[in-house]
């Protein structure tokens, strides 16, 4: 048996509750994982709360985690018992103190990383790489607009956007987040609640706008976002915190050229080698002192309603993952 947070219906924090579950052998193909720390993000919100509906009811939300592997299904090559592995995966689950995963999806992580480290910024840092390596192009003199800058993508997202050479503004929700965001590479932070970020990023570029904005608040933000951008210049909205966006009418991005896309993590890390690309280049970039990060606020593994309230609330002093408890087993 194991503990594991199940999830009955849509609707606030208050519907995640903690279960006893049963965790069968591992199949083919299948590692075993006694998991020691569990990322929590703004996706498990969105299943949560059912603006996803991609998680089958009842079940366990959550889509990374650490752990050690403590049995190894048939046909799995390249894995031991004991074992110290991440992962980040769209086959939900992760909300568990032991879960059961596809070997292809296992990350052997660095003895430098540990477990609360890899659990907070995994997701988070493939998100990063994806939004500027894949989705974008970075470089320098590229001036980029980032959303939420001191969230845990957010700073992410600044490090290595400064560290590739790029102008960064970022939007920020009080000068404690302000503070924040600097120290995480920041050329210019906007007080978004005070301040209009549209006006503030011309007066900053000289009236010309952002080359890209990421955009990971949607309603609230993802308009001023368009308005934001300089000719030719590309919006990416990677999330929806604040709610879903609008409609949109596409002959709006030709008014000045631009670009829109709406990337998910998931797509891609479909497939062995590019996710295992992606992961090098993560843990290589904390390895080498470009991105750093301190391991996320702790909540028990029961305590997932509240992880999820202080998300929500955008709390400074996130971002949060899970411990299981010694005695889940």
């Not at 995966?89 to 430098?112: I, V």
Request: a neutral charge; proline letters at 5%.
């Amino acid at each position: 048996m194991a503990q594991a947070i199940v999830l009955r219906q849509h609707g606030g924090p208050e519907t995640l509750k903690l279960e006893s579950v049963k965790v069968g052998s591992p199949a083919p193909g299948e590692l075993q994982i006694r998991q020691t720390a569990i990322g929590v993000n703004f996706h498990d919100v969105y299943v949560r709360s059912g603006l996803y509906r991609t998680l089958t009811l009842p079940g366990t939300p959550g889509v990374e985690g650490v752990g050690r592997v403590e049995a190894i299904g048939p046909d799995v090559q390249g894995f031991a018992v004991g074992d110290r592995i991440g992962y980040v995966c769209a086959q939900y689950g992760a909300y568990a103190s032991k879960r059961n995963l596809p070997a292809h999806l296992a990350l052997k992580l660095p003895d430098t990383m540990d477990d609360r480290l890899a659990a907070t910024v995994l997701a988070k840092g493939l998100t990063a790489e994806m939004l500027l390596r894949r989705v974008t192009h970075v470089g320098r003199g590229t001036t980029i607009l980032v959303h939420a800058a001191a969230g845990g993508v957010g700073r992410l997202l600044c490090q290595w956007a400064a560290h590739l050479g790029a102008i960064v503004i970022g939007t920020v929700g009080s000068e404690a987040k302000s503070l924040i965001a600097r120290e995480a590479g920041c050329h210019h932070t906007i007080l978004y609640r005070v301040t209009d970020f549209v006006d503030a990023v011309f007066k900053i570029t000289g009236g010309r706008g952002v080359d890209i904005v990421f955009d990971s608040v949607g309603k609230d933000t993802f308009y001023g976002s368009l308005d934001a951008l300089a000719k030719l210049g590309h919006l990416v909205n990677f999330g929806q915190s604040s709610g879903p966006v609008e409609p949109l009418q596409v002959s709006r991005l030709a008014a000045k050229s631009n670009t829109l896309t709406r990337p998910i993590l998931f797509h891609y890390l479909d497939g062995t080698d590019r996710l295992q690309e992606m992961a090098k280049s993560v843990l290589n970039a904390f390895s080498q002192g470009i991105l750093s990060a301190q391991p996320g606020r702790a909540f028990p593994l029961a305590d997932a309603a509240a992880a999820h309230a202080a998300l929500e609330a955008r709390s400074a002093d996130g971002p949060f993952v899970l411990i299981p408890g010694d005695d889940d087993a």
